[in-house]
């Protein structure tokens, strides 16, 4: 029996049986399908192959340190003006307080990111990131995205292998993939202007990659961008990772509009988020995992999405009910890990709990 009723999809997966790279082209074939049920059967093949039923999620929590932040993103409902009532950031203290308590709940890892705030000295990251490794030696530090550390290395006048040289130096062990968004011009101008360009982002993770240093990967869609913009993001990460090879997961991130400037778009559906999942896995052959973030994909196409490719649900991700809130239905943003487990586990696959780089923590009895 042929695996789709679309001939361009039959003729795809030859290639993907014969490990061949797909084009930019067939990436738009695969958007153009209307056959879910092959472009699922097809990526969940290929993560099959990788992974065989292991599927992974980590023990994590998000601390922002500030929500101030001058990007003006068209796309964010969490960063706020430093003269606002609510513009927070939290001291060094706060943050071991907050790490603390992760610990004490059996975090791995510390997922730091922030605002774009000119108030804070370069010393706050350092110091920050110090302080947490003095009391917490163990915990991993995720923290910064390339567009905090391209607007680091303008606005403090350092160079960019200074910058990663301190931050790596008092702490900072991998990067998260935040701030990609969209690539592609004039998309990226018209959704986030005021930050780094697509060269600039992934010239910045090339050089993360460089210092040692695995750093993830996100695209933002299901607002303004067209689908050549989402293969053309992935085509570009593909040829970054084939460059410097440091990204260890990618991420898509499914826009959720309420609180934004552009909360008159309805947002993604459940079938893009799926097809978006599953043509990732495709198109991005060089990346080992792909990440179906329950916090904006909501719990039910998150545990669905596993078996259109995606490997990873991330992570229990307490916060201060901060950005998780900014971006999700009340009610729907906690995720304990024995529920964690239970999705992955009902979803028919194996829970294999991590750390940030990958290592088994431990495995759950099946
Ligand atoms: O860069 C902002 C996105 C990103 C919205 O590396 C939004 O493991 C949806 O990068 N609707 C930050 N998305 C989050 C991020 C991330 C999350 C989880 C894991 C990892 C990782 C990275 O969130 C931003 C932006 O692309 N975002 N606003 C919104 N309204």
Partial sequence: MQLSFDKNINEIAEKVEAEKRLTFDEGMALFASEDLNALGRLADKVRRQRHGKD??????RHFNHTNICIADCKFCG???RARQDDAYTHSIEEGVEIARTAVSEGATELHIVGGLNTKLPFEYYTDLFSSLKREFPKLHLKALTMVELDFFARFYKM????VIEKLAESGMDSCPGGGAEIFREPTRSRICDHKCDGDRWLELAGKVHKHGLKTNATMLYGHIESIEDRI??????????DDTGGFQCFIPLAFYPP???LDTLP???AIDNLKTIAISRLMLDNFDHIKAYWVMLGKDVAQTALHFGANDLDGTITDGGELTHAYADEGDVKMT???LIKMIENAGFEAVERDTVYNHVEKAAV
């Fill in 55 to 60: 599927t992974y999620y980590n023990v994590n």
């Fill in 78 to 80: 969490f960063y706020r």
């Fill in 159 to 162: 160079s960019d292998e200074e």
């Fill in 232 to 241: 053309d993001h992935l085509v570009k990460l593909r040829e970054q990772q």
């Fill in 259 to 261: 609180g934004t400037a």
């Fill in 267 to 269: 947002g993604p559906d």
């Fill in 337 to 339: 890990k024995p529920e």
